[in-house]
C-alpha cells in the first residue's frame, strides 16, 4: 500500500528506494511485484507500459484495486495533458500508441480537453492551458541573470 501512495502521488524517487529497502521476502510477493513493474514503467516513461501492466494484474480487493484503478486515471490524464502541451498538432492514432489507449479513448480524452480535430487530417490542436507561457524570457531576466553571473564572476576573481 505504501508503494502504491507513492506511485499515486507521483513521488518516483521515493517508491523506488522503497522498493530498495523492502526486504527479499516482501519483494516475493506477487502483487508487489506487479505494483514496481508499474512503478518501473512510470520512471522509464514508458506510458503505454504502465496502463498494460496495471491493467494485466488482478488487484486485491477492496484496498489495493480502487488505488490502483486511481493510479491509471491519473496517471493518463497527466501524460495526455503532458503531450499536450509538447504538440501544436497531433494524430489520435500516435496518441493512442505512446499512451497505450484505444484510438476512441483518445477521442474521448481530447473532446473533454476541449481540443479541436482538423477536418482534413483528423489530427488534433490541443488547448494549451491558461496562465502557461512558452517559456518567454523578458529582457530584465536576461539583465538580472546577467548581473548574477558577472558578479559571481568577480567574487572567484578575488
Known amino acids: 500500500m505504501h508503494l502504491a501512495a507513492y506511485l499515486l502521488r507521483d513521488e518516483l524517487d521515493s517508491a523506488r528506494f522503497l522498493w530498495k529497502r523492502l526486504p527479499t521476502e516482501a519483494k516475493a510477493d506477487p502483487e508487489l511485484q506487479a505494483m514496481w513493474a508499474v512503478g518501473t514503467a512510470m ?33 493518463l490524464q497527466r501524460v495526455f495533458t ?32 476541449g481540443w479541436t480535430a482538423d477536418a482534413v487530417s483528423g489530427a488534433y490542436k490541443p488547448v494549451q492551458p491558461e496562465g502557461e507561457s512558452q517559456h518567454t ?16 564572476e568577480q567574487e572567484i576573481r578575488a
Open 82 to 113: 503532458q503531450l499536450g502541451v509538447a504538440y501544436a498538432t497531433v494524430s489520435a492514432e500516435s496518441l493512442a500508441n505512446k499512451l497505450g489507449v484505444p484510438a476512441a479513448r483518445v477521442h474521448e480524452l481530447a473532446n473533454a480537453a
Open 137 to 152: 524570457v523578458k529582457l530584465e531576466q536576461l539583465q538580472t541573470l546577467t548581473s548574477y553571473i558577472s558578479h559571481l
Open 43 to 75: 520512471w522509464r516513461h514508458k506510458h503505454a507500459e504502465v496502463h498494460a501492466k496495471a491493467a494485466a494484474f488482478a488487484w486485491s480487493s477492496p484496498f489495493v484495486a480502487p488505488l490502483m484503478a486511481t493510479l491509471q486515471a491519473q496517471y
